[in-house]
């Protein structure tokens, strides 16, 4: 029977959602995520203020279309990389997706993280558990109620509050956003609102939205049906073992299977799925079932990982999960995929220079043994310094650079600047009409880019 396939587990059969009070998890891979858990609350507070060269280490401002990867400043004109990094990111998600599954929702979402990992575990500290959760929902209002509710909401929207405080300074910079906060009010109307708006987001999400953002609104949980296929990893319930279920007063050895019908693992799911009915779209792999049921296994003295990660093939031929050589294949195309993106960040020049010959313009005659061209030169400084620009003639020999005015074309730091100069070669030097010269661009010592262009000359 597939029935359970008609309808989301948060619903009921008049389409009214049921809320999920889901017991609090306890095991080894609840614990593995607390950890991990710690680690990106840390990285999510405290990369805002990290900076690398005076730049943020990652800033993403949209309404101004100024973003900052790694300390590097992208800008417009560098959608192209940002376009490839998009593709890139994508051909990682489905490569990591067909051979782990949805490892990523399960133990690095943001979503799952936020959700499971501080605001359920704030409720289950002011409401109390499951049961108790289920017992003050199903109660009518009174003093209590509403105190323990009215706590627990305030709590929510605080951290909210707190946390959209950090996200705004993801957009604007934590600078702009201590301004904002120790300004006066009317001086910074917008970016309180915009706090609020944050605030209200985050709160609706995790206070009333929750596990719906992920079966609901979410594209990956359904993106994952045509991602996965028999050789990836989920996480499963092996029913070859657990097969014919039974309850507790029954023994397997009269043909029973290990499954004791407990629904602990239903109870634990924080999408409210019974993960004995196979892959569903509503699973986020977060591996709550696996702790409740290994907990269950080890109470009754059977073998754990009844429910476990695994692969459907794995389970129809009673193989445990192996690294197999499909995994390894599509390991390293996501780190040459990681290693492609990193080659474009580290290969994207800080200052984009294009040299072009004046149009309209042939060339010029000095005195009877040199030839000039006019050349225009235009440049964008991504960084925030100025840069003064030197212009050297490197090949062929014998030539030279002349400029039109200040010997140094400045560009200056998240602008853009121009130039005018004149490359003089000395006529002997000219074999054909197109001669092809090789012009250093040197800020300081430094050599930041090297251009080759077209000098034109008399016909020999």
Not at 41 to 67: C, D, E, K, S
Not at 92 to 104: E, H, Q, S
Not at 138 to 153: D, E, F, S, V, Y
Not at 262 to 273: D, E, F, M, S
Request: glycine share 8%.
């Amino acid at each position: 029977m597939d029935s359970f396939r008609d309808q989301l587990a948060t619903l009921d059969d008049t389409g009214k959602r049921k809320w999920i009070f889901a017991q609090q998890p306890k095991g080894r891979f609840y614990n593995y995520r607390k950890a991990l858990s710690y680690a990106f609350f840390l990285l999510f507070i405290a990369l805002p203020f990290v900076q690398v060269h005076g730049q943020p280490f990652l800033m993403l401002n949209i309404p101004a279309g100024r973003f900052i990867l790694f300390g590097k400043i992208f800008w417009p004109q560098d959608f192209f990389v940002l376009g490839l990094l998009m593709i890139t990111f994508i051909l990682f998600v489905i490569l990591f997706t067909a051979a782990f599954g949805r490892l990523f929702c399960g133990w690095i979402c943001p979503q799952t993280i936020f959700m499971e990992m501080l605001f359920r575990r704030l409720e289950y500290w002011i409401v109390g558990n499951a049961n108790e959760q289920r017992t003050l929902h199903n109660q009518p209002w009174n003093a209590r109620k509403i105190r323990i509710l009215g706590t627990k909401h305030i709590a929510f929207f605080l951290l909210s509050f707190f946390i959209a405080n950090i996200f705004l300074a993801y957009i604007i910079g934590m600078p702009a956003l201590w301004e904002i906060i120790s300004g006066r009010f009317f001086d910074h109307i917008g970016g309180f609102l915009a706090i609020l708006l944050f605030s209200g987001v985050f709160y609706g999400v995790y206070a009333f939205f929750r596990e719906q953002v992920c079966t609901v609104v979410c594209p990956y949980g359904r993106l994952q049906g045509v991602m996965l296929d028999k050789n990836s990893m989920i996480v499963a319930y092996n029913y070859k073992r657990g097969e014919p279920r039974h309850k507790p007063s029954k023994v397997s050895s009269d043909g029973l299977g290990d499954c004791i019908d407990c629904l602990q693992c239903v109870k634990v799911c924080p999408t409210g799925i019974d993960i004995r009915n196979g892959v569903q779209m509503e699973c986020v792999g977060c591996t709550a079932c696996i702790d409740a049921c290994d907990h269950v296994m080890e109470k009754i003295g059977k073998p754990k990982k009844l429910i476990s990660y695994a692969s459907e093939i794995g389970i129809a031929e009673n193989k445990p999960l192996r690294y197999t050589t499909r995994m390894k294949a599509y390991t390293v195309l996501c780190v040459l995929i990681l290693c492609l993106d990193a080659f474009l960040l580290a290969s994207r020049q800080a200052v984009d220079i294009s040299i072009v010959r004046t149009p309209g313009l042939l060339f010029q005659e000095r005195g009877k043994d040199s030839i000039t061209n006019l050349y225009n030169l235009r440049g964008v400084n991504k960084t925030t310094k100025d840069v003064p620009l030197t212009i050297r003639l490197e090949s062929p020999a014998g030539g030279r650079v002349q400029v039109v005015g200040n010997p140094l074309v400045m560009i200056k730091g998240e602008s853009q600047g121009a130039g005018t100069f004149f490359i003089v070669l000395p006529a002997k030097a000219i074999r054909q009409q197109k001669t092809i010269v090789t012009l250093g661009l040197y800020n300081g010592n430094e050599r930041i880019d090297r251009i080759r262009t077209a000098f034109i000359g008399p016909v020999q």
